[in-house]
């Protein structure tokens, strides 16, 4: 299980710093198109497309990282009032219908940016190829289900160790 925890914490943090990457990279971008039109009245060409890209990629990214910190808002106020075998349990529960919910936007995602790969369907005014970026977002997204497995695993430990537990006690 140690080992399984490197991984995730090696593939989360990986996708971490591409999402930082992605956000400085937007940063970059819309300083260049502000000095570029100013200066010599020529704006980057795509600027708004890809500025949506880039940030869509790095909220995707992001997720992974964000979820093996316990970084999201969680519902601890009102859990933590029932005992901790109710809590084990709702835990097993919320991570593996998240598990499942998330694994099937990955594949819808990566079926989607099939078809757009297919139409071969672009950006309006740059004219990029748009299934790039749906598959990086599928990518991260995939990071997420990753997390979420292993949460789903040590959730599912606890409560088979708090029902060792009581065993034991009996």
């Known amino acids: 299980m140690k080992r399984l925890t490197g991984i995730v914490k090696a593939v989360s943090r990986i996708l971490d710093k591409l999402a930082g990457l992605c956000i400085f990279s937007v940063l970059l971008l819309i300083i260049a198109n502000i000095v570029l039109r100013t200066a010599f009245n020529r704006p980057i060409l ?3 497309e890809l500025a949506g890209f880039l940030t ?6 992001a997720l992974a990282h964000c979820a093996f910190k316990d970084g999201h808002i969680a519902v ?3 859990m933590e009032r ?3 075998r109710i809590q084990s349990v709702t835990a097993v529960f919320v991570n593996v219908v998240s598990l499942i919910l998330w694994s099937a936007g990955v594949w819808s995602l990566v ?3 099939q078809a757009m790969k ?3 369907l672009v950006s309006p005014s740059a004219e990029i190829p748009v299934y790039p970026f749906i598959y990086f977002i599928a990518f991260g997204l995939l990071g997420l289900c990753l997390v979420l497995l292993l949460n789903s695993l ?3 430990r606890e409560v088979v160790a708090i029902d060792t537990a009581k065993k034991v006690t009996r």
């Open 154 to 156: 040590n959730s599912i």
């Open 46 to 48: 795509g600027t708004y």
């Open 111 to 113: 079926r989607f940016g």
């Open 56 to 61: 869509a990629m790095g909220m995707a990214l």
């Open 118 to 120: 297919i139409r071969g």
């Open 82 to 84: 029932f005992p901790r």
């Open 76 to 78: 601890g106020l009102i």
